[in-house]
Every structure is written in C-alpha cells, then in structure tokens.
C-alpha cells in the first residue's frame, strides 16, 4: 500500500516534470505553420506591420526578433552593439516596451509568433562612460551595472576565453572580453527569470538562448524550470511551455558538445549550415542529400533548428567560414533555402538580412542612429538598403510548400548520379533541382494527380494561371521536368494547391 503510494508519488512528479520539459521542444506555431524568420535589426513597428501584411498571410509561423533588452551605445552603432547588454529594459533601436508589447499582441492576432533573441550570458565589454540605449549608465570595467542591479559579486573573475577544449574556460571566462555573468547565483537566475517572465506576460512565444554554449547546462535548467507557461490571455494553450533554442555552436573538435543541450530544448544546428553551404556552392554532390539528416551528423530532426545562414555566419562572425551561403550568392542561397524547406528534417528558420559591405556595419539608418524602415517594391521585395530574402518568391513560396506537405515523407527520390535530385513530398508535391552545368529536360514520377501546375519558383499562381512555367501531369503521375542552366533558378516546385 505504502509502497505503491510511494510509486504513483513518483510516477505523477515524473509525468509532471518530463511534461515541463518535452513541451520546450514546441514553438507553438498556429496550426498549419512551420517556419519562422529571423527580421535581424527590423523596428518593431515595422515587425507589426510586417505580420499582418505578409507573413501572416504567407503563411510563416514566428519571428526571431533581435535583442529587446537596452544595449550599450557603441562608436558608429554596429549590429553587435546589441549583444552587449546594459539592463532589462525593454528599449532599444528597434522600440520601447509600448511597441514591442503592440508588435506581440499584432502579430499573435495574425497567426504569427514572436520568438526574442536573450543575452544573459554576459553584459557589455569595457566601455569607459557606457551609456544604454534607454539611457541608462553603467560602468562595466567595475561590472557594475546599477539599472539592473548588478554587481562585481556577479560576475565571474575575469579571464578571457582562448582555448575551447576546456569547457571551464569556455564557461566561466568572457566571450570577446564580455562581462561574464554567473548562472549559479541565485541574484543572477531571479534577475534573468523576472527578464524571461516580462517577455512571456507581454506574449511571447518562446527564446532564442545567446551563447548558450558558454552556460552551465544545469544553470539553464535551473532558469527554464522556473520560467512562466506562455500567457492563455494572449490566446496560448493552458500549460504551453515557452519555445526554446540555444546558441551552442558545435562543428565538432571542442570540449562543449551540443549533445549537452538537447534535453534543455532544441539546439541550433550550424552543421546543417555548413553542410548545405558546401553542397549548393558544388563542394559535394547534390545526390548524396538522400540521406540529409542525422546521418549526416545533424540532431535529431525535433531537437535541431535549421537555417542556411544566420546573422553571424552570413558575414564570417561566429563560425563556418567561406562555405556559408547568403544573399549576395543569390541563385545557390536560393537553392539552398528551396531544399531545406522542401525536406523534411528539422525546425526551420530563414534569415531576412539588410545589404552589408563590411562586417562591422549595422542597419540602414535614417540620420546614422535611428534605424529606417524597409521600402516594398512591387514584386515584394525590399529596397532601402534591406535584403528581406523572406520576400523573395522563391523563399515565401517555399515556405508555403513546407506547410502543405508538412507530415508526408519522402519518396521516389530520383539522381542523375550528379547533381540533379527530384523527390515527392507524399502525393502532396513535388521538387527538382539542378546543379549540374548542363540543362535537366528528363520525365519523372512526381507523385500528384493528372492536370497542369503552376512552378511556384518560377512564378504564381494568379486569376489569368500561371506567371511562371507549367508543368503537366500525366494520368500516370509522370511529368517533364526542365530546369535550363540559362534559368534564373534552380529548383521547381509544384503541389496540389498549384493547380492550375
Ligand atoms: C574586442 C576584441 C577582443 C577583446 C575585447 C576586449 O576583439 O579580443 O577581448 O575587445 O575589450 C564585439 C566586437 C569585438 C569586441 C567585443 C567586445 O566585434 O571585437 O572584442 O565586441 O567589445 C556579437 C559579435 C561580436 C561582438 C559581440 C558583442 O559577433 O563580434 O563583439 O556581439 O558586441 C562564438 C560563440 C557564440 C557567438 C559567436 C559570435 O560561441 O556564442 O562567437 N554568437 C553569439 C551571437 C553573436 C554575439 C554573441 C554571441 C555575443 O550570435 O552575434 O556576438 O553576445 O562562436
Ligand atoms: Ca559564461
């Protein structure tokens, strides 16, 4: 008697617990989304207007948003000035809490999630008179940073981090000469719980964990245990658990394995960047995707959040070097971007970038200090300075693809033995892609009923058909499929909502 008590004790605080933890692992997307884009730098006015104008309607699940909390005012304003924290105030160049707080509850009404980039490993480096971005002040060569509070009891003692195959050094020391926070100190953990507990009571969705790699993994759990569920009256399930992915970059060979992770939440994987990067620049051969995945040394598909580039690796920050795509190699980046979002493996997230020439260069600006907002064309793209790959039609319509096959696997996976790889989503689509140098032009089985569809690459479907090319579908499933080296893409793509 006693002893099953005991039992049926353990066994509901181990339901209970292991719920808290495997909800980490869901961004809490509305039903029938399953991406999200990083709009690096944007306003969140701007984010606002973006979710109800368009990533509502083409269908995108979340936006990782830059830091939220107040940054120090750096010399010239680099993007990177905001991964040096000064308090948790919600004022940056993006907005204040007012609008931060109207971008959330704008975006949640549309079907579209908000995902915040957190910096809690560290505060800001040396800075002499360090001024926020919220105006408050602080004076970091002493750690101290009164808007938080914190002080020198803290920090970790200082020492810098050179070697990463010692994962003290990795942990305790300072990132690039970044106050060193310390995790295990109860001060610490409710400072970073209050911050997380603001963000969730404004609606957030989840947190992209900065520089998670250089956190005690049992510190982070001790935080994430505490952490609120997502807020029911912004319209959350009752027990939603925040979304969480961290930062751990591991391209293998140091002492911090992501493997460290992955019971915590899910894990970004920068060998799935590397990789494909490789791949679509012609360092590997496209066949050998047929088995991207694990076997390729990713994560497990739910614990791996994928992109091709992110803001760090697009212009050499962090790690990854010369095979990362981004927008500046726009026909393999968009290549790269249609296979990931056509394949099935992982949690996807596409990168919206604004033009640099210099690695330093922050956004565009109006007067060199207040970011400016992105121009629209016609075609939806952006112009004033801001990429916006997320509106590029080979991207959004991707991202409309994955969420009309989403839960069918792949077959009839077809190889010319180079560089020319089709497969079928379920009988739900279909995608090619060529990366030989010389045209594709060959039938093959695309899985879909008999009639005429419209290449979501190469163009639209609208009310006149197709603006792009047409494929036609036999009473056999079997097509002609034609992808030219002339072609401005590389890829075609068609699904049943396609058809013409
Ligand atoms: C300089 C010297 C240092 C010196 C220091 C002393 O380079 O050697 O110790 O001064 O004062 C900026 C400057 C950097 C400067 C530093 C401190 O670029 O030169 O150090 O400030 O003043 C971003 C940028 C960094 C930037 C940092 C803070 O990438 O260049 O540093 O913001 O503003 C590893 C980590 C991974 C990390 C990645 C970049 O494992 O976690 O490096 N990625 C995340 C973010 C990234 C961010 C940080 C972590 C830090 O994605 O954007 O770094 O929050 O792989
Ligand atoms: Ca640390």
């Given at each position: 008697?006693?002893?099953?008590?005991?039992?049926?004790?353990?066994?509901?605080?181990f339901?209970?617990?292991?719920?808290?933890?495997?909800?980490?692992?869901?961004?809490?997307?509305?039903s029938?989304?399953?991406?999200?884009?990083h709009?690096?730098?944007?306003?969140?006015d701007?984010?606002?207007?973006?979710?109800?104008?368009?990533?509502?309607?083409?269908?995108?699940?979340?936006v990782?948003?830059?830091?939220?909390?107040?940054?120090?005012v750096?010399?010239?304003?680099?993007?990177?000035?905001?991964?040096?924290?000064?308090?948790?105030?919600?004022?940056?160049?993006?907005?204040?809490?007012?609008q931060?707080?109207?971008?959330?509850?704008?975006?949640?009404?549309?079907?579209?999630?908000?995902?915040?980039?957190?910096?809690?490993?560290?505060?800001?480096?040396?800075?002499?008179?360090?001024?926020?971005?919220?105006?408050?002040?602080?004076?970091?060569?002493?750690?101290?940073?009164?808007?938080?509070?914190?002080?020198?009891?803290?920090?970790?003692?200082?020492?810098?981090?050179?070697?990463?195959?010692?994962?003290?050094?990795?942990?305790?020391?300072?990132?690039?000469?970044?106050?060193?926070?310390d995790?295990?100190?109860?001060?610490?953990?409710?400072?970073?719980?209050?911050?997380?507990?603001?963000?969730?009571?404004?609606?957030?969705?989840?947190?992209?964990?900065?520089?998670?790699?250089?956190?005690?993994?049992?510190?982070?759990?001790?935080?994430?245990?505490?952490?609120?569920?997502?807020?029911?009256?912004?319209?959350?399930?009752?027990?939603?658990?925040?979304?969480?992915?961290?930062?751990?970059?591991?391209?293998?060979?140091?002492?911090?394995?992501?493997?460290?992770?992955?019971?915590?939440?899910?894990?970004?994987?920068?060998?799935?960047?590397?990789?494909?990067?490789?791949?679509?620049?012609?360092?590997?051969?496209?066949?050998w995707?047929?088995?991207?995945?694990?076997?390729?040394?990713?994560?497990?598909?739910?614990?791996?959040?994928?992109?091709?580039?992110?803001?760090?690796?697009q212009?050499?920050?962090?790690a990854g070097?010369?095979?990362?795509?981004?927008?500046?190699?726009?026909?393999?980046?968009?290549?790269?971007?249609?296979?990931?979002?056509a394949?099935?493996?992982?949690?996807?997230?596409?990168?919206?970038?604004?033009?640099?020439?210099?690695?330093?260069?922050?956004?565009?600006?109006?007067?060199?200090?207040?970011?400016?907002?992105?121009?629209?064309?016609?075609?939806?793209?952006?112009?004033g300075?801001?990429?916006?790959?997320?509106?590029?039609?080979?991207?959004?319509?991707?991202?409309?693809?994955r969420?009309i096959?989403?839960?069918?696997?792949?077959?009839?996976?077809?190889?010319?033995?180079?560089?020319?790889?089709?497969?079928?989503?379920?009988?739900?689509?279909?995608?090619?892609?060529?990366?030989?140098?010389?045209?594709?032009?060959?039938?093959?089985?695309?899985?879909?009923?008999?009639?005429?569809?419209?290449?979501?690459?190469?163009?639209?479907?609208?009310?006149?058909?197709?603006?792009?090319?047409?494929?036609?579908?036999?009473?056999?499933?079997?097509?002609?499929?034609?992808?030219?080296?002339?072609?401005?893409?590389?890829?075609?793509?068609?699904?049943?909502?396609?058809?013409?």
């Open positions: 008697m006693f002893l099953s008590k005991v039992s049926l004790c353990l066994t509901l605080i339901v209970l617990c292991s719920r808290n933890i495997e909800a980490q692992f869901n961004p809490n997307y509305a029938g989304r399953t991406t999200m884009v709009l690096f730098e944007w306003k969140w701007d984010i606002a207007v973006e979710c109800e104008n368009f990533l509502g309607p083409k269908g995108f699940g979340g990782q948003v830059s830091p939220v909390n107040e940054n120090v750096a010399a010239s304003r680099p993007w990177w000035e905001r991964y040096q924290p000064i308090s948790y105030l919600l004022t940056t160049r993006s907005g204040n809490e007012q931060f707080a109207d971008m959330v509850r704008r975006c949640n009404n549309v079907g579209v999630r908000i995902f915040v980039d957190v910096v809690f490993n560290h505060m800001t480096g040396d800075n002499v008179n360090a001024r926020g971005t919220g105006g408050s002040t602080a004076d970091p060569s002493n750690k101290s940073f009164p808007a938080v509070p914190y002080s020198n009891l803290d920090f970790h003692p200082t020492c810098s981090i050179n070697n990463y195959n010692d994962k003290y050094e990795v942990r305790n020391c300072e990132l690039v000469g970044l106050k060193d926070l995790q295990s100190k109860s001060w610490v953990q409710d400072r970073v719980v209050d911050f997380l507990n603001h963000l969730i009571s404004l609606g957030v969705a989840g947190f992209r964990v900065d520089a998670a790699k250089h956190m005690w993994p049992e510190d982070l759990e001790k935080i994430y245990n505490r952490v609120n569920n997502l807020s029911t009256t912004h319209g959350f399930d009752t027990g939603a658990r925040p979304f969480i992915f961290q930062e751990v970059i591991d391209l293998g060979g140091e002492a911090v394995s992501k493997n460290e992770y992955t019971n915590l939440g899910v894990v970004t994987e920068f060998a799935h960047s590397n990789s494909i990067g490789k791949v679509f620049r012609g360092k590997d051969q496209l066949r995707l047929i088995n991207w995945g694990p076997q390729w040394g990713f994560l497990n598909s739910d614990r791996a959040l994928i992109f091709v580039d992110n803001h760090d690796n212009r050499g920050h962090g070097g010369a095979d990362i795509l981004n927008y500046k190699t726009s026909k393999q980046y968009k290549m790269a971007s249609a296979f990931m979002l394949h099935p493996f992982g949690i996807t997230r596409v990168m919206s970038s604004f033009a640099f020439d210099n690695t330093d260069q922050g956004p565009p600006t109006t007067d060199g200090q207040n970011i400016a907002s992105p121009i629209f064309n016609d075609d939806n793209s952006c112009s300075g801001w990429v916006c790959e997320h509106r590029w039609r080979q991207i959004y319509n991707m991202v409309g693809f969420n096959v989403a839960g069918t696997a792949i077959q009839n996976w077809w190889d010319n033995g180079s560089n020319q790889i089709a497969f079928c989503r379920g009988s739900k689509g279909f995608v090619a892609f060529n990366g030989d140098s010389y045209d594709l032009n060959t039938s093959l089985q695309t899985c879909l009923p008999a009639g005429t569809y419209c290449d979501i690459i190469s163009g639209v479907k609208s009310d006149s058909g197709c603006t792009g090319k047409r494929v036609e579908v036999g009473s056999d499933g079997r097509a002609t499929i034609s992808i030219t080296q002339a072609e401005e893409d590389g890829t075609l793509a068609i699904h049943f909502e396609s058809k013409l």
